[in-house]
């Protein structure tokens, strides 16, 4: 994604992923389905002009969206467990 994921610098992101890696796929699975319903969520609050739900269920998909996303093992802070202050250019 080309940035830190902020999940990561807390105790509780650190902790998920201590998880075994079976236990990380199936809650990353999870993490997914719910960013897809809350986005669904978030268009229907938006279509019956209802912003502040709307923007409660965007934020819900984006929390989703961040925990999927680390615990896929695909951010670059994830395999050394490293977080820099400041990403490289290009990357």
């Given at each position: 994604m080309g940035y830190i994921n902020p999940l990561l610098e807390?105790?509780?992101g650190k902790a998920l992923m201590q998880l075994p890696a079976g236990d990380r796929a199936r809650i990353e699975a999870v993490m997914r389905e719910l960013r897809d319903q809350?986005?669904?969520e978030?268009?229907?609050?938006w279509r019956r002009r209802k912003g502040p739900m709307a923007a409660y269920w965007r934020a819900v998909a984006t929390y989703a969206r961040?925990?999927?996303h680390?615990?896929?093992g695909r951010s670059p802070n994830v395999s050394t467990g490293?977080?820099?202050s400041i990403m490289p250019k290009g990357e």
């Open positions: 807390l105790p509780a809350a986005n669904a978030a268009e229907m609050a961040h925990t999927a680390a615990l896929s490293v977080q820099d």
